[in-house]
Protein backbone atom coordinates (compact mmCIF):
# COMPACT_ATOMS: atom_id res chain seq x y z
CA UNK A 1 0.00 0.00 0.00
CA UNK A 2 1.51 3.58 -0.97
CA UNK A 3 -0.06 6.59 0.28
CA UNK A 4 -0.72 9.22 3.37
CA UNK A 5 -1.07 7.47 6.43
CA UNK A 6 -3.14 10.45 9.20
CA UNK A 7 -4.35 9.47 12.71
CA UNK A 8 -7.75 8.89 13.11
CA UNK A 9 -9.12 10.01 16.95
CA UNK A 10 -12.57 9.76 18.14
CA UNK A 11 -12.95 11.50 21.60
CA UNK A 12 -16.73 10.29 22.99
CA UNK A 13 -18.44 12.35 25.53
CA UNK A 14 -21.98 13.39 27.02
CA UNK A 15 -23.24 16.95 26.07
CA UNK A 16 -25.82 18.26 28.97
CA UNK A 17 -25.18 22.04 28.81
CA UNK A 18 -24.27 24.79 26.73
CA UNK A 19 -21.23 27.36 26.72
CA UNK A 20 -22.02 30.36 29.11
CA UNK A 21 -20.65 32.52 26.54
CA UNK A 22 -21.56 31.17 23.39
CA UNK A 23 -24.36 28.97 22.05
CA UNK A 24 -21.76 26.00 21.75
CA UNK A 25 -22.25 22.57 23.45
CA UNK A 26 -20.23 21.87 25.99
CA UNK A 27 -18.87 17.87 25.67
CA UNK A 28 -18.00 16.41 28.92
CA UNK A 29 -15.00 13.82 27.61
CA UNK A 30 -15.43 10.10 28.05
CA UNK A 31 -13.03 8.10 25.75
CA UNK A 32 -10.84 8.86 23.47
CA UNK A 33 -9.76 5.86 20.77
CA UNK A 34 -7.20 6.62 17.83
CA UNK A 35 -6.64 4.91 14.77
CA UNK A 36 -4.58 4.73 11.69
CA UNK A 37 -6.59 6.56 8.68
CA UNK A 38 -5.99 7.22 5.01
CA UNK A 39 -3.44 5.15 3.65
CA UNK A 40 -2.84 3.70 7.20
CA UNK A 41 -6.33 2.51 7.40
CA UNK A 42 -6.63 0.56 4.64
CA UNK A 43 -2.90 -0.86 5.13
CA UNK A 44 -4.25 -1.84 8.61
CA UNK A 45 -7.21 -3.29 7.25
CA UNK A 46 -5.85 -5.29 4.39
CA UNK A 47 -2.98 -6.85 7.26
CA UNK A 48 -5.81 -7.87 9.57
CA UNK A 49 -6.92 -9.80 6.80
CA UNK A 50 -3.98 -12.41 7.10
CA UNK A 51 -2.17 -11.04 4.07
CA UNK A 52 1.13 -9.43 4.43
CA UNK A 53 1.77 -5.67 4.06
CA UNK A 54 3.97 -3.04 3.16
CA UNK A 55 3.05 0.44 3.80
CA UNK A 56 5.05 3.50 1.90
CA UNK A 57 4.04 7.16 3.20
CA UNK A 58 5.59 9.85 4.67
CA UNK A 59 5.94 9.91 8.60
CA UNK A 60 7.10 12.58 10.67
CA UNK A 61 8.53 11.69 14.07
CA UNK A 62 6.32 14.19 15.95
CA UNK A 63 3.83 13.11 19.02
CA UNK A 64 1.15 12.11 16.80
CA UNK A 65 3.55 10.86 14.08
CA UNK A 66 4.91 8.35 16.88
CA UNK A 67 1.30 7.72 17.49
CA UNK A 68 0.37 6.29 14.43
CA UNK A 69 3.64 4.19 14.12
CA UNK A 70 2.94 2.69 17.32
CA UNK A 71 -0.93 1.57 16.09
CA UNK A 72 0.88 0.07 12.93
CA UNK A 73 4.04 -1.21 14.28
CA UNK A 74 3.45 -5.25 14.85
CA UNK A 75 0.61 -5.28 12.09
CA UNK A 76 2.41 -4.69 8.50
CA UNK A 77 5.74 -3.52 7.45
CA UNK A 78 6.81 0.48 7.58
CA UNK A 79 8.45 2.01 4.76
CA UNK A 80 8.51 5.14 5.66
CA UNK A 81 10.15 8.75 4.06
CA UNK A 82 10.52 11.93 5.58
CA UNK A 83 7.22 14.16 6.39
CA UNK A 84 6.99 18.08 7.26
CA UNK A 85 4.33 20.20 8.22
CA UNK A 86 2.84 17.85 11.47
CA UNK A 87 1.52 14.72 11.09
CA UNK A 88 -2.32 14.84 9.79
CA UNK A 89 -5.15 14.04 12.91
CA UNK A 90 -8.52 14.06 12.22
CA UNK A 91 -10.67 14.46 15.23
CA UNK A 92 -14.27 13.53 15.38
CA UNK A 93 -15.46 15.08 18.77
CA UNK A 94 -18.69 12.77 19.47
CA UNK A 95 -21.54 12.08 21.65
CA UNK A 96 -24.34 9.65 21.25
CA UNK A 97 -23.11 8.38 18.36
CA UNK A 98 -22.72 11.73 16.28
CA UNK A 99 -20.07 14.10 15.63
CA UNK A 100 -20.68 17.32 16.72
CA UNK A 101 -17.06 18.79 14.94
CA UNK A 102 -14.26 17.69 13.28
CA UNK A 103 -10.99 19.36 13.51
CA UNK A 104 -7.87 19.16 11.43
CA UNK A 105 -4.19 19.45 11.96
CA UNK A 106 -1.34 18.89 10.01
CA UNK A 107 0.18 18.81 6.64
CA UNK A 108 1.62 15.51 6.28
CA UNK A 109 3.73 16.25 3.22
CA UNK A 110 6.21 14.76 2.09
CA UNK A 111 9.72 16.43 2.99
CA UNK A 112 12.33 17.19 0.31
CA UNK A 113 13.89 14.23 -0.52
CA UNK A 114 11.63 12.19 0.51
CA UNK A 115 11.46 9.60 -2.71
CA UNK A 116 15.36 9.75 -2.75
CA UNK A 117 15.50 8.57 0.48
CA UNK A 118 13.19 5.76 0.72
CA UNK A 119 13.86 4.59 -3.43
CA UNK A 120 16.18 1.49 -2.61
CA UNK A 121 13.64 0.70 -0.07
CA UNK A 122 10.60 1.21 -2.04
CA UNK A 123 12.26 -0.75 -4.79
CA UNK A 124 12.42 -3.51 -2.69
CA UNK A 125 9.23 -3.50 -1.49
CA UNK A 126 7.81 -3.21 -5.03
CA UNK A 127 10.18 -6.48 -6.29
CA UNK A 128 8.00 -9.20 -4.50
CA UNK A 129 4.52 -7.76 -5.07
CA UNK A 130 2.02 -9.67 -5.47
CA UNK A 131 -0.23 -6.48 -6.02
CA UNK A 132 -0.32 -3.03 -5.25
CA UNK A 133 -2.36 -0.59 -4.07
CA UNK A 134 -1.99 3.38 -4.37
CA UNK A 135 -4.14 4.99 -1.36
CA UNK A 136 -3.76 8.76 -2.44
CA UNK A 137 -5.44 11.21 -0.37
CA UNK A 138 -3.97 14.17 -2.13
CA UNK A 139 -0.74 15.13 0.21
CA UNK A 140 1.54 14.20 -1.90
CA UNK A 141 3.49 10.74 -1.46
CA UNK A 142 1.55 9.11 -5.13
CA UNK A 143 2.39 12.47 -6.55
CA UNK A 144 6.53 12.46 -5.32
CA UNK A 145 8.30 11.53 -9.14
CA UNK A 146 10.63 8.48 -7.40
CA UNK A 147 7.48 6.72 -5.95
CA UNK A 148 5.71 7.13 -9.18
CA UNK A 149 9.09 6.36 -11.85
CA UNK A 150 8.87 2.82 -9.01
CA UNK A 151 5.03 2.19 -9.84
CA UNK A 152 5.48 2.68 -13.41
CA UNK A 153 8.53 0.35 -13.34
CA UNK A 154 6.22 -2.19 -11.21
CA UNK A 155 3.26 -1.71 -13.86
CA UNK A 156 5.81 -2.57 -16.66
CA UNK A 157 6.21 -5.94 -14.83
CA UNK A 158 3.05 -6.80 -15.03
CA UNK A 159 2.24 -6.04 -11.52
CA UNK A 160 -1.55 -5.32 -10.51
CA UNK A 161 -1.43 -1.71 -9.28
CA UNK A 162 -5.05 -0.18 -8.19
CA UNK A 163 -5.02 3.09 -7.88
CA UNK A 164 -7.73 5.16 -5.40
CA UNK A 165 -7.27 8.82 -6.18
CA UNK A 166 -8.29 11.50 -4.48
CA UNK A 167 -9.47 15.00 -6.10
CA UNK A 168 -6.47 17.00 -4.97
CA UNK A 169 -4.22 14.24 -5.48
CA UNK A 170 -2.22 13.03 -8.73
CA UNK A 171 -3.48 11.30 -11.83
CA UNK A 172 -2.90 7.68 -11.59
CA UNK A 173 0.50 6.20 -13.51
CA UNK A 174 -0.65 5.29 -17.08
CA UNK A 175 -1.07 1.70 -17.52
CA UNK A 176 -2.56 0.85 -13.86
CA UNK A 177 -5.07 -2.28 -13.54
CA UNK A 178 -8.03 -0.44 -12.54
CA UNK A 179 -8.86 3.02 -10.83
CA UNK A 180 -11.12 3.40 -8.37
CA UNK A 181 -12.81 6.89 -8.28
CA UNK A 182 -16.19 8.12 -6.46
CA UNK A 183 -18.95 9.81 -8.69
CA UNK A 184 -17.57 13.24 -8.19
CA UNK A 185 -13.82 11.82 -8.52
CA UNK A 186 -15.10 10.26 -12.77
CA UNK A 187 -17.29 13.20 -12.99
CA UNK A 188 -14.08 15.56 -13.05
CA UNK A 189 -11.83 13.12 -14.44
CA UNK A 190 -14.01 12.56 -17.77
CA UNK A 191 -13.92 16.20 -18.10
CA UNK A 192 -10.80 16.63 -17.88
CA UNK A 193 -10.57 14.20 -20.67
CA UNK A 194 -12.70 15.39 -22.61
CA UNK A 195 -11.40 18.71 -22.07
CA UNK A 196 -8.09 17.33 -23.16
CA UNK A 197 -9.01 16.32 -26.19
CA UNK A 198 -10.90 19.07 -27.55
CA UNK A 199 -8.09 21.36 -26.81
Known sequence: VIGDALLDVDVEGTVDRLCPDAPAPVLAVTGEVARPGGAGLTAALVAGRGVPVRLVTALEADEAGNRLRGLLDG?????????????????????????????????????????????????????????????????????????????????????????????????????????????????RALLRFALQRHA
Open 75 to 187: ALTLVTGPATGGTVVKCRWRTGGRSLLRTDRGAGRPAPGFGDALAAALDRALADAGAVLVSDYGRGVAADPAVRAALARAVRRRVPVVWDPHPMGADPVPGVTVVTPNLGEAR
